[in-house]
């Protein structure tokens, strides 16, 4: 069974630039989230999709983070305009319903 | 307020030294809690789900154990590639997810 795919696994950008990130979650899993973690500590939860609604989106700074899942499958989490505080490593995970999560192996943002 | 809290943050054991991680919990009711490792540079890799207080589950040197405030990764006879960051997260009677912000355990040959 494939694992949780995500892309690009590191990306560099300047303040104020735009920047989107990727998802692709195991074939079946209903649920997907996005997680923010800073270096040193706990990913922290953004948005949580089940199939195509969100279900829990509270954390997500919505006034520069967005974030879509098309067809209840793929996801893209975008951030317009970034700043320093968004750099951090970006996790996706998938699971069947709410039970264990399986995490992609993150993307890495630097922002400049 | 929903609350997950780690200890100790950082732990070095030398091989073979027996230890536990705590992980304590305030939740509005617990549907789950969950223990994960990382690796630097990967995604959490899931360890054990715990349902209710007195449940433990055990996975090779791993054990975990539950109460009604918190729980315990016991690890025995640790080996170095036991070496990783250990997270705990409890799912709330409020659907969501809070991760604590780990151990990072590292063991010495």
């Known amino acids: 069974e494939a694992g949780v795919a995500q892309s690009p696994r590191y990306k560099i950008i300047e303040k104020r630039q735009s920047v989107a990130f990727w998802c692709n979650p195991i074939?079946?899993?209903?649920?997907l989230y996005w997680y923010q973690q800073i270096l040193g500590q706990g990913p922290k939860l953004l948005i949580q999709?089940?199939?195509?609604?969100?279900?829990?989106d509270s954390q997500l700074p919505k006034d520069r983070f967005s974030a879509e899942r098309l067809k209840g499958v793929d996801s893209t989490l975008k951030i317009q305009p970034a700043k320093l505080e968004d750099s951090a490593v970006y996790l996706c995970?998938?699971?069947?319903?709410?039970?264990?999560?399986?995490f992609g192996p993150g993307t890495r943002l630097t922002v400049l | 307020e929903d609350q997950v809290t780690q200890s100790p943050e950082a732990l070095r054991l030398q091989e073979g030294e027996s230890s536990s991680l705590n992980c304590s919990y305030t939740?509005?009711?617990?549907?789950?809690l969950f223990w994960y490792r990382q690796d630097p540079g990967k995604g959490p890799e899931f360890l054990f789900t715990?349902?209710?207080a007195g449940e433990e589950k055990e996975k090779e040197r791993l054990k975990a154990t539950l109460t009604k405030k918190e729980s315990f990764l016991h690890i025995t006879a640790p080996k170095p590639e036991d070496s990783a960051t250990y997270l705990c997260?409890?799912?709330?009677?409020?659907?969501?997810?809070?991760f604590g912000t780990g151990t990072r355990l590292k063991v010495l040959a």
């Open positions: 997260a409890v799912f709330s009677g409020t659907y969501k997810y809070i």
């Open positions: 074939s079946g899993h209903a649920t």
């Open positions: 999709f089940q199939n195509n609604g969100v279900v829990d």
């Open positions: 715990l349902y209710s």
């Open positions: 995970a998938s699971a069947r319903g709410y039970s264990e999560q399986f």
């Open positions: 939740v509005s009711g617990l549907r789950g």
